[in-house]
């Protein structure tokens, strides 16, 4: 619980931080209006039990953490698919540390467990997507998403995760939030053979949950491994009110840079030019989407761009190994936030 000294600090901080935002310029914006702020977002799946075998040891966290602090500018939002527990709580305390500490924030990281601890995943610990804010964070939202297993298969102890989409409000901007997801991959219809692909009923879901957020009047940004291409129809329901950041890209247009590997055989290939889709060999599966009718520009308001997947990590005793089997997503956008119409208290 917290202190109430700890309640009136945070209250005063949130007071002092929308005064510095909105008396920047000249007058505050009455509530109820707009004003465009500009965000970055960092997302990596990590792949942290797959490849990293559980561990915050490999390397793969030191690229990460590394990555995080070195960007110019500086992430506001960051995102993670695939993390253990003992990684999420690494990343969590190196974020905030020294050398370069990337956050000053007390209340900065979100965790959602997908799959519990107890099991042969992670060795034995939880499974699971994080966020990180840079600013301060309000609350949290974890909305779990039509399950891709049956509760049989569950109660026999089979591998299940509960998908999510995690997400939280900014503490001195509540009207401004930020969410991180990963889709399953399966195309079984569950829960039964007439219902819709579970895939397709996962990212229908996170549509209606966004959706419920603009039609509250807030903005958001929403990154993470959708196990879909942006041209895929089931991708459809998210797309026709959303922009993909990487979407302008000059060589892939509307499709942007792949993300992660199909094919094994195909290494990351920095030296020559990817295909543009998964038939011509690695998918763009992991994207950073904005609602359209939040850009302030919507026709270029926007960037982001993929980072080569690290090559140090040491991974079954083997060195200079892929740190994942995705690269890291960069992306930024200018978006139009409304002014609450009140200050809500925060925690």
Known sequence: MRSTRSVKRAATAVALALAAVFTSGGAAPAAGTTIAQTYTVWHWNVSGHKINNGSATTGMVAAAVGSIKSQDPSPDFVSFNELCYSQYKAIRDQLNSAPNAWTQATNYARWSETHPAGTGICGGEAFGNALFSKAQLRGEQNYILPADYTQAEADSGAYHEDRSLLCAALADQATMKFCTTHITTSNRRLPNPDSAKINTQQLG?????????????????????????PDMSRMGSLMTTHTELDSTDARCLNYGEWTAIDNPEINDPDTGLPPCAANGGNPKIDMILART?????????????????????????????????????????TLSVPVPVTLPATG
């Open 205 to 229: 879901a996170v549509r209606n949950i966004l959706k419920g957020f603009a039609d509250a009047g807030e903005t958001y940004l929403v990154a993470g491994d959708f196990n879909a291409e």
């Open 293 to 333: 009718d939040r850009l302030v520009d919507p026709a270029a308001g926007f960037t982001a761009d993929t980072k080569s997947i690290p090559t140090t990590c040491t991974v079954d005793g083997k060195t200079n190994q892929l740190c994942s089997d995705h690269r890291v997503l960069i992306g930024t956008a």
